[in-house]
C-alpha cells in the first residue's frame, strides 16, 4: 500500500494577520478534500508566529496568537526568538497553557524550577493507518538573552541529531520543525541524513520547490504569511520506507478573500487599542521627533536610558521614533505606537579609546538613509545617530559626562541590542556586556514618564 500524506507548514509570520483568514480558509478546504480521498494531512508552524510589535499580540501578549492557532486547528508548532526572548519568562512559561497542539523544542528548559507541561524536546504522531511521523524541533541560539530570562539554551544541532537517530527505531517518518536558519538547516542535514524533511525558518528564505541536501528535503516559506508550505509525502507500507518528498508554496495573496476579512483584521486591531488605552500618565508639554536631528523626545528617552542603567553615556538612531508624543494624558497604545519595536537596551563596557573609536564611527553619512530590516527593528529608515553624554571636541578629544575622558578607562555605553550584533559596530560583539529583559524601550519610556509626571 501506498500512503500519501500532506504537512502544511507556516513560518516567520510575525503577527501579519492580513492573510490569515484566506491562508486558513484554503488549508481547511484542502483538509478535508484530503480526509475524502483516506489521505492525512497535519498543520505545522516553525516559529515567530508572534511578534510583539503588532498591537493585539501586545495587548493580550501572544495569547490572542495561540487563540488563532487553535482555530486553525494547528498540530504541532515551534517557538522562535520572537515567543523565547520577547516575553518575560512568565509570559512564556504560560504562553502554551491553553494551546490545543504539541510545541516541540528540543534545546530550552528553565534554569530554575520545574519546565511547562507544553515543553518537549520530540512529538510523535500518528496516521490512520498506522504510520508514525516524529516530529523534533529547536529554537535559534539566543544564549545571552535566554539567560536574563532564566531560560538555559543549548546548542541544537548535537541534540537534533540524537533525537533523530533514536526516533528513527521507534517511528517510520522523521521531520524536524528548525527555527534555526537556512545555514543551521543546511549542516544538520548533512550531519544527520536519518531527519527526512527539516521545516526551515528563522532567516525567512524562500524555497519554492524545496531544496534538497544529502537526501534531506529542507523547506522555507519566507515570512509575513505571504506563503504557506505544502509538503506531499508517500510512504510505501510494504517497504516500510519513504519514496516521495514533493515541496510546493502557495502565494497567499492571490488565493481568493474570504467574506469579513477585513472585519476580522480590524476587530483584532480595535481589541489591542482597548486593552492598551489603559492612561499610564499625563504630560505638560510635546515632544517632537525628528529623524535627522536630535529633538526634545529623543532628550527625554536619553534621560529614560540613563536613569535606568545608571551608565555613563548612551547612543541610539533617531528612526526609532516612529511618532511624536503629545501633551496630555498618555496610554500604553500611544507609547506603542512610537516604540513598536522588540528591542532591549544593553550596556557595554568600553575603554575612552574605544568610546572614542564608537563616536566616530557613528558619523557614517550613509546610515540616516538606511532602509534597515531586520534586528528587531520596525521602523521606517535608520535616522541620524544619536550621542547623549559624550563628543569630540574641535581638538578631536573626547569628553564623557562633561569630564576630558581617559582613554584606558573603563566606561558605560547604553545601547540598543541590535548593534551588539556585530552589523554596525564589530567591536560591541565581544565587548562585556549586560542585556535588559525582558523590558523594551518602551517600557523603558515608560517607567521613566511615571517617574517624572506622577
Not at 498540530?75 to 497553557?97: A, C, H, K, Q, R
Not at 497604545?333 to 568610546?355: A, Q, R, S, W
Amino acid at each position: 500500500m501506498l500512503e500519501t500524506i500532506h504537512i502544511f507548514h507556516t513560518n516567520d509570520i510575525h503577527s501579519h494577520f492580513e492573510y490569515w483568514r484566506r491562508m486558513q480558509s484554503f488549508i481547511k478546504s484542502q483538509r478535508i478534500e484530503f480526509a475524502k480521498l483516506g489521505e492525512p494531512s497535519f498543520l505545522f508552524d516553525i516559529g515567530d508566529y508572534l511578534d510583539r510589535s503588532n498591537i493585539y499580540t501586545e495587548a493580550t501578549l501572544g495569547k490572542g496568537n495561540i487563540k488563532l492557532l487553535n482555530e486553525a486547528e494547528y498540530d504541532v508548532v515551534t517557538i522562535g526568538n520572537n515567543e523565547g526572548i520577547t516575553l518575560s519568562f512568565e509570559e512564556l512559561y504560560s504562553l502554551y497553557d491553553e494551546a490545543n497542539f504539541e510545541v516541540v523544542v528540543a534545546n530550552i528548559e528553565p534554569m530554575e524550577g520545574e519546565k511547562p507541561e507544553w515543553l518537549k524536546s520530540y512529538t510523535i504522531l500518528q496516521t490512520k493507518y498506522g504510520t508514525k511521523i516524529g516530529v523534533i524541533g529547536a529554537t535559534a541560539l539566543f544564549d545571552a538573552f535566554y539567560r536574563e530570562l532564566n531560560w538555559q539554551v543549548t546548542e541544537p544541532r548535537k541534540i537534533l541529531v540524537q533525537l533523530a537517530n533514536q526516533l528513527k527505531k521507534e517511528v517510520d517518518i522523521v521531520v524536524c520543525l528548525s527555527h534555526l536558519g537556512v545555514t543551521e538547516d543546511e549542516l544538520l542535514a548533512n550531519e544527520c541524513p536519518n531527519i527526512d524533511v527539516i521545516f526551515g525558518s528563522h532567516t525567512h528564505h524562500l524555497f519554492e520547490r524545496g531544496k534538497v541536501v544529502n537526501n534531506v528535503l529542507l523547506t522555507g516559506c519566507g515570512k509575513f504569511g505571504v506563503y504557506t508550505g505544502h509538503l506531499t509525502i508517500q510512504f510505501d507500507h510494504k517497504t516500510r520506507k519513504l519514496i516521495k518528498k514533493e515541496e510546493i508554496v502557495i502565494e497567499n495573496p492571490i488565493l481568493p478573500e474570504t467574506e469579513e476579512e477585513m472585519m476580522f483584521l480590524s476587530n483584532l486591531a480595535e481589541e489591542g487599542k482597548r486593552l492598551l488605552k489603559t492612561p499610564i500618565f499625563q504630560t505638560t508639554r510635546s515632544y517632537n521627533k525628528e529623524w535627522f536631528h536630535y529633538s526634545q523626545l529623543s532628550q527625554l528617552f536619553s534621560e529614560a536610558v540613563l536613569d535606568f542603567t545608571e551608565a555613563d553615556c548612551t547612543m541610539f538612531n533617531a528612526g526609532i521614533f516612529l511618532e511624536g508624543l503629545n501633551k496630555g494624558i498618555v496610554t500604553n497604545f500611544d507609547i506603542h505606537k512610537i516604540l513598536p519595536h522588540p528591542i532591549n537596551i544593553c550596556v557595554i563596557e568600553l575603554t575612552g579609546k574605544e568610546i572614542k573609536e564608537v563616536y566616530l564611527q557613528a558619523q557614517n553619512e550613509e546610515w540616516p538613509l538606511l532602509e534597515l530590516k531586520g534586528l528587531g527593528f520596525r521602523g521606517s529608515i535608520f535616522g541620524k545617530m544619536l550621542t547623549y553624554g559624550f563628543s569630540l571636541n574641535k581638538s578631536r578629544e573626547l569628553f564623557i559626562q562633561g569630564e576630558l575622558a581617559d582613554p584606558n578607562r573603563l566606561y558605560t555605553l547604553a545601547t540598543l541590542d541590535m548593534f551588539t550584533f556585530g552589523y554596525f559596530f564589530p567591536n560591541f560583539k565581544y565587548a562585556k556586556k549586560k542585556y535588559y529583559l525582558p523590558l523594551f524601550l518602551r517600557d523603558i519610556l515608560i517607567e521613566y514618564g511615571k517617574k517624572l509626571y506622577n
